[in-house]
Every structure is written in C-alpha cells, then in structure tokens.
T-cell receptor, first 112, second 114 residues
Framework: TQLLEQSPQFLSIQEGENLTVYCNSSSVFSSLQWYRQEPGEGPVLLVTVVTGGEVKKLKRLTFQFGDARKDSSLHITAAQPGDTGLYLCAGWVLQGAQKLVFGQGTRLTINP | KAGVTQTPRYLIKTRGQQVTLSCSPISGHRSVSWYQQTPGQGLQFLFEYFSETQRNKGNFPGRFSGRQFSNSRSEMNVSTLELGDSALYLC?????????????FGPGTRLLVL
C-alpha cells in the first residue's frame, strides 16, 4: 500500500493542452514536494509546499497543497514537449528518523 | 559545485553475485540517502547515512547494506543478488539530515541481474 497515491499514472496529451496531476494520502503531511525525473537522470526538486491551502507557481506549473495537508496537485498550463517526464510527489514521514516517501509517479508525455 | 556522482552508471551481474555501488555527495553535504527505483514499486527508501552513522533504514532485507566514509562518500552493497534486485539505484545528498533539507539526487546506477 502506497502512502502517497498519484493519479493518473500515465498521461499523454497534445502540446498546448492543460493537465492536472493529483497526489493523495490518508495521512497528514507537514509538507509535500514535487520532483521531475527525466530519462537517465535522478529526480530534481520542483517545489515544496508547506502551508495548507498554499498555491505556488513556477512559470506554467501551479502547485497546490490541500487545506487538510493530505493532498496536493500539479497543474500545467499549455503543456510543452519539454514538460515530458516522470513527475513524483513526496513527503517526509517520521519512522524512527525522518525519511522521504514517494508516490508511484505520473509519466507525462507531451506530443508535438 | 559538482553535483552528486554515482559509479558505475550501468552494471550487469548474475544471480548470487554481490555488487557495490558508490556515491559521492555534493561537497559539504554530510547526509547521503539511498533509494531503489523500479517500475512496479516506484522509488523506495533504502537507508540514510549522516556523519558515518546509519540514521534510518527502509524495509529491505539484510542483503542490502551500506556505509559512509569520513569524507561523506557512501557505498551500498547488495549480496546474493536476486532477479528482483534489478533496478535503478539512486543516491541523494543533503547538508543536514531531516525533512527541512532539499535532497539532491545523482543520476543513478542501473543494475541488471541476469
């Protein structure tokens, strides 16, 4: 059972379309992070959301943290082929010491 | 600053063998975490080392072990390899240990067990 559930797992859309990726949990997180991973590379941190209800924007990417701090979403406006990649949400959990747990990821393909 | 480096980048082993992977963190970073990434299970935490001490461990069998040296470089070892150990092994470094720190990932070592 995944602590963080991402949906959809796969998404293929045309350039210029909008999309939303969801990250849900039954647990409360003090913060959630979004990473993007490209083939042959490790994940790169895009954003950390900390406050319930928080919205952060990174150019065409908008990240939202749910009011109850159990879920987050990533919205991409006017998707570009360069947005193609694996998007991962992650949150810190306390099990002994702190560790970072990841969702399964959303593999996004933007077709020209 | 140079990023996190991992060696080797690709590795092919056979069942029953053992393997050692290496990770050099960003200069000045003292925490190194290791993750296993597979298509089925996604990214899963293996263990974290901080100042040469293992601070946390994930739910992996004892065949998976690691260590950290005084210069913060880290190695992980997998003994008696199984087919299911085929995966991308990622390490990440940060200055401190804990959730307040951004983790910087290396490119990974892709291990194939035949």
């Amino acid at each position: 059972t995944q602590l963080l559930e991402q949906s959809p797992q796969f998404l293929s859309i045309q350039e210029g379309e909008n999309l939303t990726v969801y990250c849900n949990s039954s647990s409360v997180f003090s913060s959630l992070q979004w990473y993007r991973q490209e083939p042959g590379e490790g994940p790169v941190l895009l954003v950390t959301v900390v406050t319930g209800g928080e919205v952060k924007k990174l150019k065409r990417l908008t990240f939202q943290f749910g009011d109850a701090r159990k879920d987050s979403s990533l919205h991409i406006t006017a998707a570009q082929p360069g947005d193609t990649g694996l998007y991962l949400c992650a949150g810190w959990v306390l099990q002994g010491a702190q560790k970072l747990v990841f969702g399964q990821g959303t593999r996004l393909t933007i077709n020209p | 600053k140079a990023g996190v480096t991992q060696t080797p980048r690709y590795l092919i082993k056979t069942r029953g063998q053992q393997v050692t992977l290496s990770c050099s963190p960003i200069s000045g970073h003292r925490s190194v975490s290791w993750y296993q990434q597979t298509p089925g299970q996604g990214l899963q935490f293996l263990f974290e080392y901080f100042s040469e001490t293992q601070r946390n461990k994930g739910n992996f069998p004892g065949r998976f072990s690691g260590r950290q040296f005084s210069n913060s470089r880290s190695e992980m070892n997998v003994s008696t390899l199984e087919l299911g150990d085929s995966a991308l092994y990622l390490c990440a470094s940060s200055y401190y240990s804990g959730r307040s720190e951004t983790q910087y990932f290396g490119p990974g070592t892709r291990l194939l067990v035949l």
